[in-house]
């Protein structure tokens, strides 16, 4: 089981593989408000991408609270999902840095009742000015609004009181791109959806998307491939109706 995790770590899409080691970092999150059979795929499809990506690949894990989680390219893709699961689900958080609003910064693993720990990962991310080429969200999508009714809240919790008025996710995303990146890609990946989505794909950088295999990878790289600002850089993206041939799941 271990070796053959590893070897499909080995022949994961490298999205990097133009970028200078160091130059480029990925974040991905992963809700820890999911069910266990959710939360296990979005954490071992986390754990590939790390081993895959190593130092280039930067890994939190969100429900009440967000944390960072710390591993080694070293370990096993099984040893660092177990990583991930313990960080997520069974650690104290206040040792962990948790990042979150004062009533949850102490707790055992993230915390389950919102996902408002998102919130502070990308402020956190913004405030450290911590540049990065993509970010992905594994999400069930649970509890989100998008300020549609004036406000911003998510399971019920208003971040405005924290991050200013109408503070929706994509609100965070686009303080990101303004401070520190503006050319970030990110994907929001629906695992199991609730019919709501942390983000607005208003522009070629920012997606939704669906699933947990290793084409999400293929993917990604074949929608950014479309998007460059040097034209003799660009390529040919294919039509949607190709695209859904190519990953459909058998």
């Known amino acids: 089981m271990v070796e053959h995790l590893n070897t499909l770590c080995d022949d994961f899409s490298d999205l990097f593989r133009h970028t200078p080691e160091g130059a480029g970092k990925g974040y991905f999150w992963i809700s820890g408000f999911e069910s266990q059979h959710t939360s296990d795929c979005g954490n071992m499809l986390s754990a590939v991408l790390a081993k895959r990506l190593g130092r280039r690949a930067v890994v939190g894990v969100f429900g009440d609270s967000s944390m960072w989680v710390s591993f080694s390219q070293a370990d096993s893709c099984l040893a660092i999902k177990n990583k991930i ?27 389950g009742g919102t996902e408002t720990g998102l919130w502070f990962s990308i402020d956190d991310l913004t405030k450290r000015k911590v540049h990065v080429d993509r970010i992905i969200f594994l999400s069930d999508l649970c509890c989100y609004t998008q300020g549609d009714n004036g406000t911003a809240q998510n399971c019920g919790v208003d971040l405005e009181k924290y991050f200013g008025k109408k503070a929706t996710m994509q609100s965070m995303v686009d303080r ?74 058998p």
């Open 85 to 111: 699961d313990s960080v997520a689900q069974r650690e104290e958080r206040s040792k962990n840095g948790a990042l979150a609003i004062p009533q949850y910064k102490k707790g055992v693993g993230v915390g």
């Open 176 to 249: 990101y791109r303004q401070a520190v990146n503006k050319d970030c890609f990110v994907y929001s990946v629906n695992l199991s959806g609730h019919g709501q989505s942390q983000l607005r794909p208003n522009d070629d950088r920012t997606h939704l998307l669906s699933g947990w295999s290793e084409k999400l990878l293929d993917m990604i790289r074949d929608i950014e491939a479309g998007v460059s600002d040097e034209p003799e850089k660009q390529v040919e993206v294919p039509a949607i109706e190709v695209l859904r041939v190519r990953y459909q799941q």
